[in-house]
């Protein structure tokens, strides 16, 4: 019940502010003033906000510009990254050292640690880090056929650590099952 009265106000409110006409009424604030003052680098005086609600072309503007904006950030939002064997540095002999993500924001290392077992690091780009912050995600970096190689939080070097999951090398895993490897956020 009260989603339906705060549905009704808002479509009052936006009856009354964006669909209502005022003769001589011109946008009073440029699309770069309006860009600004939606990334909160522009703040308006009182009378400046006066000004505005009674500019119904400017208000709807502002709206459009706003809905423009949110979009853009929402598409920013990184959505996952993939890695590809042949993106990697070596012959096929060679132990596989490291793979980078196509878009550049992850690298995956292998090595072995003292006691001769196959280690992974992850390294992570700082922004992708921030963003699973702020959405409360971990990261699972799975290979081809969905098996999770890696999972959990980056910490503040951005790095994430585990052992490698199966007997056979890196190289030879992808070689046998495909060479993709996705890393993508998960809820936690």
Known sequence: MADKQHGGRR?????????????????????????????????????????????????????????????????????????LLLAAAGEE??????????????????????????????????????QLAQSSRTLWVQDAEGTILLSGVPDEDGELAGPWPFSESPRAHFMTLGMAISIKPQRV
């Open 93 to 130: 002999e060679e132990p596989l050292q490291y793979l980078d993500s196509v878009d550049g924001l992850f690298s995956l290392h292998f090595f072995y640690d003292d006691s001769g077992e196959i280690q992974m690091l992850l390294k992570c780009d700082h922004g992708v880090i921030q």
């Open 11 to 83: 479509a009052l409110i936006d009856s009354i502010l964006f669909h209502r006409e005022r003769e001589g009424d011109r946008q009073i604030l440029s699309d770069e003033a309006l860009q600004r003052l939606i990334e909160g680098e522009l703040k308006l005086s009182p009378e400046e906000v006066r000004e505005l609600m009674h500019s119904p072309a400017t208000l709807r503007r502002l709206r459009v510009l706003n809905a423009l904006h949110r979009a853009r950030q929402k598409s920013s939002l990184w959505q996952g990254s993939e890695m």
